[in-house]
């Protein structure tokens, strides 16, 4: 009798620390969450005036859920236009692994709005952008070139790629170490941006420029 009380006593602790538990946990929510990570990863494209459908909203996002959640996982969206882990750049805008769960989690607990109101951000505003240009001190790259001078190289801008094409660009260095570039996948040239190298890159001279097709042009932005 006494090993069937005790028994019964553990289960309920047991029950009312689970149910404790739960009732503390605090689903991710729009307001509070989804639209800070929407309005700083997305919502440069995805507004009014933008150059996709506005996401400015919860009302604006709802009907998309299904959209949005095949778009993050397949890493479409944002569209950064590389390959992660293949180079380091420092204006990389592509998701984290982290943020992806958030979003794809909250859209398979019901995407909720949350009921406080207070918690969502004031929506961002953005100044017209003109087409991203070479700067000045930069050099346009067509085809493999081998750098007759050294070189500090901050980044990488693409100045004519085919729609959809994936290159892969390396610099292989005199002492023969090749060092990644970038890997740009189903290139888009609505989003062009330069990509900008987390530490500048010191090149000799005697490096080989190569993954750059005839057809192609890159820009080499020097430090």
Not at 76 to 84: C, H, L, T, V, Y
Not at 87 to 112: C, H, M, S, Y
Request: glycine share 8%; charged share 20%; aromatic share 6%.
């Amino acid at each position: 009798m006494v090993k069937v009380l005790l028994v019964v006593v553990l289960c309920c602790g047991l029950g009312a620390i689970v149910a404790a538990h739960n009732i503390g946990v605090t689903p991710v929510t729009w307001n509070r969450e989804i639209s800070r990570l929407v309005y700083d990863k997305c919502a440069s494209c995805h507004r009014a005036g933008g150059t996709a459908f506005s996401m400015m909203t919860y009302l604006e996002v709802q009907p998309r859920l299904v959209e949005i959640k095949s778009s993050v996982l397949n890493r479409r969206m944002p569209p950064w236009g590389a390959i992660k882990g293949f180079g380091e750049f420092k204006n990389d805008q592509a998701l984290t692994q982290e943020q992806i769960e958030l979003i794809v989690d909250w859209i398979q607990n019901d995407a909720p709005r949350g009921n406080n109101r207070r918690a969502l951000p004031k929506e961002p505003s953005f100044a017209a952008t003109l087409p991203e240009a070479l700067p000045a001190r930069s050099y346009a790259l067509s085809g493999e070139t081998t750098l007759d001078r050294p070189l500090v190289l901050d980044g990488l801008l693409p100045e004519k790629i085919a729609a959809t094409q994936s290159i892969r660009i390396t610099a292989a260095l005199p002492n023969g170490s090749v060092e990644p570039l970038i890997w740009l996948h189903q290139y888009d040239d609505r989003y062009r941006h330069p990509f900008l190298f987390r530490k500048p890159l010191r090149l000799p001279a005697g490096t080989r420029i190569q993954g750059v097709p005839s057809g192609a042009v890159v820009g080499l932005i020097a430090h």
